[in-house]
């Protein structure tokens, strides 16, 4: 793989107790598998941020507004 790669462990956060899903929900199965197509994903690693967007040009965004930075490097996706 080239680039950047995610650290074994990410920083932890609190974790928030879910009140609002239903029983019904659960059994109705939320989860499935999915692709690239279908689910872009990109992740900033620049500075150990770690935030995920749906498209580069969103990471983009992000990068100039939150880290000051165009650098187009540090970036994790399974699009590309």
């Given at each position: ?24 929900q659960l059994k ?22 770690n935030r995920l ?10 990068r100039k507004r ?15």
């Amino acid at each position: 793989m080239h680039g950047p790669s995610l650290p074994s462990v990410l920083k932890s956060k609190p974790a928030t107790h879910d009140t609002t899903t239903t029983p019904d929900q659960l059994k109705a199965g939320l989860a499935r598998v999915t692709s690239p197509q279908e689910t872009p994903i990109y992740i900033c690693a620049f500075q150990d941020c770690n935030r995920l967007f749906p498209s580069r040009d969103r990471v983009m965004l992000h990068r100039k507004r939150d880290h000051n930075s165009e650098e187009d490097r540090d970036i994790i996706t399974w699009n590309e």
